[in-house]
T-cell receptor, first 111, second 114 residues
Framework: EDKVVQSPLSLVVHEGDTVTLNCSYE??????LLWYKQEKKAPTFLFML????IEKKSGRLSSILDKKELFSILNITATQTGDSAVYLC???????????FGQGTELSVKP | GAVVSQHPSWVICKSGTSVKIECRSL??????MFWYRQFPKQSLMLMAT?????????EQGVEKDKFLINHASLTLSTLTVTSAHPEDSSFYIC??????????FGEGSRLTVL
């Protein structure tokens, strides 16, 4: 059965800290792994990863995929209170487009 | 950029009534749309895949007679929760696949059944 597991489930840090969020997966016919940020409403897209070892970067956020070990990490450096959200990892198993989501990591950044 | 619009963004209804949620792709044609459900403090769970002009494909454990999906055009899919009960209260989110296979999410619809 396809599944995506995220850790930790929740995390509390202070502004300026660096955090690493983990996502491991088991899926047949892997196509891509995606990271989303969810605040009050629907998820907003962060990254899509398809190849191992190539870091994707956007400002203070970066992510990398390891297809051999079947995991990805999302790094956030110099965290800010606005980074507080649930971060979702999802895997797209094939061309169909459906996503299998992990449980999410709830990040809380304290001032 | 491409936008997916959901309506209504929130709805409260009495137990036993039916509620329809619309998902529209505003500036692109979406042959495939996906409906997800999210309970509080939980992740998104795929309910069904909606294909334009054909029957939806439901995930295991999702009652197709209760959650009616219609994808009558390339820009509109609807989810109707029939005979809603309090346990159906949830956050329903649609996503649409663009021509370049990118995925766009709607804003979500929060359903509360009294």
């Amino acid at each position: 059965e396809d599944k995506v597991v995220q850790s930790p489930l929740s995390l509390v840090v202070h502004e300026g800290d660096t955090v690493t969020l983990n996502c491991s997966y088991e899926v047949t016919n892997f196509r891509s792994l995606l990271w989303y940020k969810q605040e009050k409403k629907a998820p907003t897209f962060l990254f899509m990863l398809t190849s191992s070892g190539i870091e994707k970067k956007s400002g203070r956020l970066s992510s990398i995929l390891d297809k051999k070990e079947l995991f990805s990490i999302l790094n956030i450096t110099a965290t800010q209170t606005g980074d507080s959200a649930v971060y979702l990892c999802a895997v797209q198993p094939n061309q169909g487009g459906k996503l299998i989501f992990g449980q999410g990591t709830e990040l809380s950044v304290k001032p | 950029g491409a936008v997916v619009s959901q309506h209504p963004s929130w709805v409260i209804c009495k137990s036993g009534t039916s509620v329809k949620i619309e998902c529209r792709s505003l500036d692109f044609q979406a042959t495939t749309m996906f409906w997800y459900r999210q309970f509080p403090k939980q992740s998104l769970m795929l309910m069904a895949t909606s294909n334009e002009g054909s029957k939806a494909t439901y995930e295991q454990g999702v009652e197709k007679d209760k959650f009616l999906i219609n994808h009558a055009s390339l820009t509109l899919s609807t989810l109707t929760v029939t005979s809603a009960h309090p346990e159906d209260s949830s956050f329903y989110i649609c996503s649409a696949r663009g021509v370049a296979e990118e995925l766009f999410f709607g804003e979500g619809s929060r359903l509360t059944v009294l």
